[in-house]
């Protein structure tokens, strides 16, 4: 490992052999770490401890010095300088390169992403003051709490700059302070999103944009960030938006309510007629649900239950969840329950099925309907009697509230049974 100072050039064969040895893995891995922090320059030091034999003899052939102890302690410059007076001919960052991988100069790394970062920010800060927002109080605080969050650091620059660029003229539109409020002056929400990104959804529930501006709002009107869809809503209305109230319904059947509002003397017809409605969120916000207190209501997660109800001209009051508690189903049942209504309830026999049962019967007090463990094994019984092929019960168990027998009896048996399997026992119920 001897040699004149050489010019940088690629290392011969028996000098890349000798960089390459096992002996030396740790030093090169230990260097390129204290290398890549200091901007790549060969400073400070590196210490290996628990040097064995192998190593001693290889870091005593490249620092031509006897190395003896179990630790040794290598200056980074002299290590340069040693290896540029060898046959290796070049420094300790053009070794390392030479070695593989690349080098990666971390800190210019951080610099540059903490000017992307400022620069970001100066951009918002530059939007945001050519806007009416400028005027608006709540303003820096609400830059700041974006900054401090850090959920706009985590995104690449273009698209951070995009968002929070979005941001600011959405909550400009809104907020227009002296100047004259535009026209329309209460927005649908896909229309607002239209104007700020160019697509309808753009500001739809969990995107990063919705967020932002809700922020906006609450900071505006001095209310709490909203935790759940309606208050989420319900802050958009504020704000003049008008959230999409008509594409979600909720699936309801042979509600009788006895006031005397042409909604109510519509369900009570179709009612009449055996026919199932569809309500929408903007109908239930509008609609008083008079309802004798202790009226018995039904509560399924499939729609064939419905169907089947309504064929066999059953008279019980029943509303479908569809699959999932969505806020239009939880809303018409937070109506019902309000007038004084009592409930019981049947889903799935799975483990989504039961996971979604304790969630509608904690809430709402709901007694089971045939949901128990006997029901669970009747029917098991009952389709294995008859030949019904079997479904595996699959995915995480939950344990049902309301019957501490039932979820080991479907650990047992490994059967799932949807609610399709009970559905004669459920008319007869529906009298």
Known sequence: MTGAEQTEGPPDADALAFLTRPGLTRLWTAARTRLERNGLRPAGTIRLGDLDAQEREALSLLLARPVTGLTATIRLLDLDIRLRASAVGRGLPSTLEELGPPLTDRRAVRDAAAAERSRVWSTVQAELDATSLSAQPWTAQWLEEIRRGGTLARQDPHTATTVITQAVHTLATLFPGTDPRPTPATWGRGELATRATGSAHGLDDGTLLSRLVLRGIALAHGVELPADAPARRALWRMASVTPDEVSSTVLSYGLRPTGGTWQEAA???????????????????????????????????????????????RTAPLVCTSG?????????????ASSGCAFVYHGDFDWPGIALANRVMQRYAAEPWRMRAADYEYLATRAQVTGTPSIALTGPSSEAAWDTELSPAMDALGIALHEEAALDLLLEDLG
């Open 267 to 313: 369900l009570r017809e179709r009612a009449a007629h055996h026919m199932e409605t569809h309500l929408t969120l903007r109908e239930l916000r509008t609609l008083t649900l008079t309802i004798p207190p202790g009226t018995r209501v039904h509560v399924c997660e499939n729609p064939r239950v419905v169907e089947a109800a309504a064929d066999a001209d």
């Open 324 to 336: 999932s508690a969505t806020t239009v189903v939880l809303s018409l049942l937070d109506a019902l």
